[in-house]
Nanobody
Framework: QVQLVESGGGLVQAGGSLRLSCAASRTIFNINAMGWYRQAPGKQRELVATITSGGSPNYADSVKGRFTISRDRSKNTVYLQINSLKPEDTAIYYC???????????????WGQGTQVTVSS
């Protein structure tokens, strides 16, 4: 397993931007896929973005056009750029590694501890 540490969350006004970072404890070169989930109060955790080992991104429909996932392999870090923030983006954002898509669901090998994003209206 790999340890993941998120950072970059905070309180921001609607329309603002944040960049979340996820630092891995070891090289991410051989990690299958990585991604970001979020969990809003009273809701299930949802997958919002993934990036494959080949660098291909994918996004949930609810965030397309506003969220951008990227990585820096030299820093063992994955990022989530969030633009045009909305109050409904308020959630704890979790980094995930070793994602495997089984069609109906994803399995996750490692989780970070999460970082809080709060968007005020």
């Amino acid at each position: 397993q790999v340890q993941l540490v998120e950072s970059g969350g905070g309180l921001v006004q609607a329309g603002g931007s944040l960049r979340l970072s996820c630092a891995a404890s070891r090289t991410i070169f051989n990690i299958n896929a990585m991604g970001w989930y979020r969990q809003a109060p009273g809701k299930q955790r949802e997958l919002v973005a993934t990036i494959t080992s080949g660098g291909s991104p994918n996004y949930a429909d609810s965030v397309k056009g506003r969220f951008t996932i990227s990585r820096d392999r030299s820093k063992n870090t994955v990022y989530l750029q969030i633009n045009s923030l909305k109050p409904e983006d308020t959630a704890i954002y979790y980094c995930a590694a070793d994602l495997v898509n089984f069609g109906s669901h994803w399995s996750v090998g490692s989780w970070g501890q999460g970082t809080q994003v709060t968007v005020s209206s």
